[in-house]
């Protein structure tokens, strides 16, 4: 088990046991590693724990097959697009061998992990957006329908894989915009032919590509009915889809009233409820008053004074809060919170649910669409502190020792609406009302979509690197500065390690460079690089080498028509044909040779190795540390 | 005006400068707190000089609007109009009434544009001449202030860079003119366009280095060699320091990436805990963090393996790169160690501590090699202050890395120090400088403890060349760091088009007088409805052009691809970027882009005028409506009027009936 696999393997997993999991990237990936698991009878028992442990009897044979199976059709897929693009077939042989011998290429490829079908998907997006560029002469053909249609496929499944997809999907919305664009100038044409043309792109390259995407979400949240490990970064009225989880088929009083008993939830942690417990807070910090923090328990939406009918809550009422285990008021005050300094102290304070004016919320209903009254689950609330105006919410910071480390409640004098300030009823308990099934509150499928969105993008946000830390930088990747250790430290472990063949890498390190000499071919496979690359720079995630494969993909082929290019200029500026020949030959030769050699030398990191490490002179590796960065 | 040195991560010190020259001019003595927003100005503070040059910044950028509009080749009533818009915009009246910069980058953005628009003029009929040259190398000038008040400056510069390069793309494929004359062209551009404004932002910043030269509150920020060039502060310790570190030295450790604090390697009596907290277990050794105060613990000394004293020989024995030595904890003559036990907080590293012996078998480790890694050559000594050096542990090659971490409440909260795997990557966090320094005498222990206590003194100075300061500063400028993410006032960009957020700048302290960054709505509205009308427009006549249907004459669409080159990509470069900015955003980082937006509204009223009202009585009917509209805006901005220049008092029925949105924070009084 190395590395990734640990995360990829197990949400394969969850597919084969429909358990529900959150991860930040799409599902296709996952879901065809399943898939493959699936159909080559993997039964979803193994734990993938940590790297390192044995596979022992299970079949997981299926899934690196299919892994490996996809990054291996890398190499004919570079081939027919350098083909294609530069109509040389020297070129295209060095592009495949180029590929064929790049250890980093292998070492992804042969691992149950998402890079290798992202990078299917990319380069057979490409592929077939070459493809259907060359049948341009034919427009409506059949085949140009077919490779139209198949780059909107694969475009789809780029992006279904990883985010990194919308690079691919701005590289052929490009080529598309600059092709309408000449199209548009071609008078010769009448309006309705273009207007064709461009409903035919329309089709083919957004509504097919966004009908799959969509569809791959659906058969997503199909499969993982499940409860499991990604509940709680999902909403309440979410969570009521998931069997197993106590809110699924649950039934309680839809609407909130007066003498209810309710459990509140915040919107944006992942599981947040607000919580308090018969604690003080300790001395020097604020009112030494009961604690407010986030956890499970219960509230007691209560009214004045317990009146016989049952009245509704609406929009805009005035409550009060009174916690059922401690019957004291949810109570707030011109203190300073615990850790937000800027923010006011939240507190329990009454006695029996006397209290004073400050223990008053007024309750607004965010999203109004449900009416003024408060629904269970779907209505997102905002608790506003009478007295001082301020928004209860959560800070998100955890509590010291004396709060049991949970989650710091305060009341925000900022009235910005952000997801830390909303809240939604979750569990209500009201004899007085009649009880009606979750089902009907169950959120529908463009809801589910944009929520799992929302909690995606707020996962990539979340991974920040560390201050202190060394990180791979953008610029360490295409002259292979450093690798990424997949497995094993010590000397006895079995250790592989992710790194580009040194000899191609120093080959294509010039290709983006010098690539501005042909404009034809290498315009594209350029432009293909610069958007699957420069974009990392801009990022603030933490960033790993293997996010430049995809762009490393191109500078292969770029350096495949680049190299043959210039060797025949070379060739061609030698004056007998038959010594242009043989240099040219020799040439291309002594390129291959060279990476096939690296290949042979570095072939150990992607296979595995077992051994002392290279700085021992007894290492099979010793000598190959060419740069002091290396550690293999 | 006090010659105290400070870092400001908004901007280039140009902007500070020229208010501070208002300070100067109006004899003001540096004497203010400015600590509390609403505090009354002494007497000493010449508050009228102070605000003048904003207000005059702000006052001229309504006859340059006019200016502008004119030389993209509108009409005398459009450049009016946009005088006019200018005037009554309240947002940009209440920016430049106070000591604030917005009105002085809008000032110079304005100018860029303008003479670029008056130099490409020229450039028609006759280059090279005198105006020419004045032209272009003010644009130089002004690129180059705009981009010295503040840093959103640079988008401006950039638009005038990437609109000069397309206009220089035309003239050489220009035939007419012979290949000298190009060059010439191009030579010009690049010099009034690049070095001028390169050279002008080295000259604010050599201006800003020589008059602030007095160490302040901002010290701590930069290293201990551009501490050691101020005045005061960490120069009066160092003055006078041994240059080169000596066996026998004794020495305090800097980390040279400072964050999250700046600090100083620091050892002290207690040990770490046996058990941490979750389990784990440690080697019980002497505790070694890294603590942000000046301490009497903080003093280390260097000690040559091979030798047992602690005293600098004479002559001094100089350390060099690649030297092994060991290092002594000055108060309690412990040696510094590091060993394979897991660090407290991070446990991929190795604890560093300082050894004491329990007789049990873990044998103390405390050789380190000396990795100078900003050497000229393999032979450096180990200087003061100048030399970064790194300190690889001999056993284990691991070097001693600040980790970020605070420690809990039995580490003091101080700073955890690790040994971190060299082979993991260099990283800024595990290079260390000296920075006090003093040679050794005393051989013994109590001695030796009176002597640390004592401060150093000694005599060489040493100065950072410009160059370096310069470079120093402009980084730590750059990644400096503002902590306070919320602001009652803060709002994000999409706030900013609609007006859905003012910032509350002063109340009175006993009425209910205010002022309010607030702007005129219909302008904000309407420039931001121009704005979309003019993108419809450009596509619409982009796309029937593509098919050789030509709606306007060549002279007007070239007129109206400028006007939006100018103004919509003034607005658009002085905007979206603020979508991928992180830092705390207030309404204000809009002004510049909506100065632009302002001028595109005249030019689009003036196109649909002249080229799409085909008829006489369609165009007054849209002249009488433009009036009509204009009178409005007046309307509001009179209505607006007490929120801008806080001279009237109003009660609390006005102040609700001004709330026109809910998002507005007009301040009430309670009664």
Known sequence: ?632 | MKRIFFLDGSGPPFGHMLLALGGYLGGFDGNFLWNRIGAEYSSNVPVWSLRLLPALTGALSVPMAYQILLELGFSHCAAMGAALLMLIENALITQSRLMLLESVLIFFNLLAVLSYLKFSNSQKQRPFSLSWWFWLMLTGVACSCAVGVKYVGVFTYLLVLAVASVHAWHLIGDRTLSHVRVLCHLLARAAALLVVPALMYLLFFYVHLILVYRSGPHDQVMSSAFQASLEGGLARITQGQPLEVAYGSQVTLKNVFGKPVPCWLHSHQSTYPMIYENGRGSSHQQQVTCYPFKDVNNWWIVKDPGRHQLVVGSPPRPVRHGDVVQLVHGMTTRFLNTHDVAAPLSPHSQEVSCYVDYNISMPSQNLWRLDIVNRESDADVWKTILSEVRLVHVNTSVALKLSGAHLPDWGFRQLEVVGEKVSRGYHESMVWNVEEHRYGKSQEQKERELELHSPAQMDVSRNLSFMARFLELQWRMLTVKSDGSEHKYSSSPLDWVTLDTSIAYWLHPRTSAQIHLLGNVVIWASASLATVVYALLFLWYLLRRRRSIRDLPEDSWLRWVLAGALCAGGWAVNYLPFFMMEKTLFLYHYLPALTFQILLLPAVLQHISDHLCRSPPLRSLFSALVVAWYSCACHVFITLRPLTYGDKSLSPSELKALRWKDSWDILIRKY
Not at chain 1, 9 to 21: C, D, E, L, P, V
Not at chain 1, 109 to 134: C, G, R, T, W
Not at chain 1, 224 to 252: T, Y
Not at chain 1, 460 to 470: H, T, W
Request: charged share 15%.
């Open chain 1, 1 to 632: 088990l190395l590395w990734d696999e640990t995360h990829f393997g197990k949400m394969g997993s969850y597919y084969i046991n429909r358990t529900f999991f959150f991860d930040v990237h799409p599902p296709l990936g996952k879901m065809l590693i399943g898939l493959a698991g699936y159909l080559s009878g993997y039964d979803g028992t193994f734990l993938f724990q940590k790297p390192g442990d044995k596979y022992e009897h299970h079949n997981y044979m299926g899934m690196r097959g299919f892994c490996a199976f996809l990054g291996s059709l890398l190499v004919p897929f570079a081939y027919l697009i350098v083909l294609e693009l530069s109509k040389s077939l020297p070129a295209a042989l060095l592009t495949a061998a180029l590929l064929t011998f790049d250890t980093g290429c292998l070492t992804l490829s042969q691992y149950i992990l998402l890079d290798p079908i992202l990078m299917f998907f990319i380069m057979a997006a490409m592929l077939s957006m070459v493809k259907y560029n060359s049948c341009a002469n034919r427009p409506f053909s059949a085949p140009w329908w077919f490779w139209l249609s198949l780059t909107g496929i694969n475009l789809a499944g780029a992006l279904g894989v990883k985010f990194v997809g919308l690079f691919i999907i701005l590289q052929v919305g490009w080529n598309t915009i600059s092709d309408l664009w000449h199209l548009l100038g071609d008078l010769s044409l009448s309006v309705v032919t273009v207007g064709k043309h461009l409903t035919a792109r329309i089709l083919c390259l957004i509504v097919l590509p966004l009908t799959l995407y969509t569809a791959t979400y659906a058969v997503h949240f199909r499969v993982l009915n499940k409860s499991g490990p990604g509940d709680g970064f999902f909403s309440s009225a979410f969570q009521a889809r998931l069997s197993g989880n106590n809110l699924h088929n649950a039934s309680i009083p839809e609407h909130l009233a007066y003498g209810s008993v309710i459990t509140v939830k915040n919107l944006r942690m992942a599981i947040g409820y607000l919580h308090s417990h018969r604690h003080l807070y300790p001395e020097g910090i604020g009112a030494r008053q009961q604690q407010v923090n986030i956890n499970a328990c219960f509230f007691l939406a209560d009214p004045l004074d317990p009146s016989f009918p049952v009245e509704f809550v609406r929009h805009g009422d005035i409550i009060r809060l009174e916690h059922k285990e401690t019957s004291r008021n949810l109570h707030s005050h011109y203190h300073e919170a615990p850790l937000t300094r800027k923010h006011y102290q939240v507190t329990g304070y009454g006695i029996n649910g006397t209290g004073d004016s400050n223990d008053f919320w007024r309750i607004e209903v965010v999203n109004r669409r449900f009416g003024n009254r408060i629904r269970v689950l779907r209505s997102r609330i905002r608790l506003i502190h009478l007295v001082t105006g301020c928004v209860l919410g959560s800070s998100g910071k955890v509590l010291p020792k004396w709060g049991w480390e949970q989650l710091e409640v305060t009341c925000t004098p900022y009235l910005k609406e952000t997801l830390n300030s909303i809240w939604n009823v979750e569990d209500h308990i009201n004899p007085k009302l009649p009880n009606i099934s979750l089902d009907v509150l169950q959120p529908s499928f463009p809801e589910i979509l944009l929520e799992s969105h929302m909690v995606m993008i707020r996962g990539n946000n979340g991974l920040k690197p560390k201050d202190n830390e060394f990180t791979s930088k953008p610029w360490h990747w295409p002259i292979n500065y450093q690798g990424l250790r997949f497995s094993g430290i010590n000397d006895t472990d079995f250790r592989v390690y992710l790194l580009g063949n040194p000899v191609s890498a120093l080959c294509a390190a010039w290709g983006p460079g010098l690539s501005q000499v042909l404009l034809q071919g290498g315009g594209q496979l350029l432009l293909g690089w610069m958007l699957h690359y420069f974009p990392f720079f801009l990022m603030g995630r933490i960033l790993y080498f293997h996010h430049y494969f995809p762009a490393m993909l191109f500078s292969s082929m770029l350096t495949g028509i680049l190299w043959d290019t210039l060797l025949r200029l070379c060739a061609w500026s030698l004056a007998s044909s038959s010594l242009a020949r043989g240099v040219y030959v020799v040439g291309l030769l002594s390129l291959l040779l060279g990476t096939a050699y690296s290949f042979y030398l570095f072939h150990p990191l992607a296979y595995g190795m077992v051994g002392p490490l290279a700085q021992d002179p007894r290492s099979p590796m010793a000598g190959l540390k060419w740069l002091e960065s290396w550690d293999f």
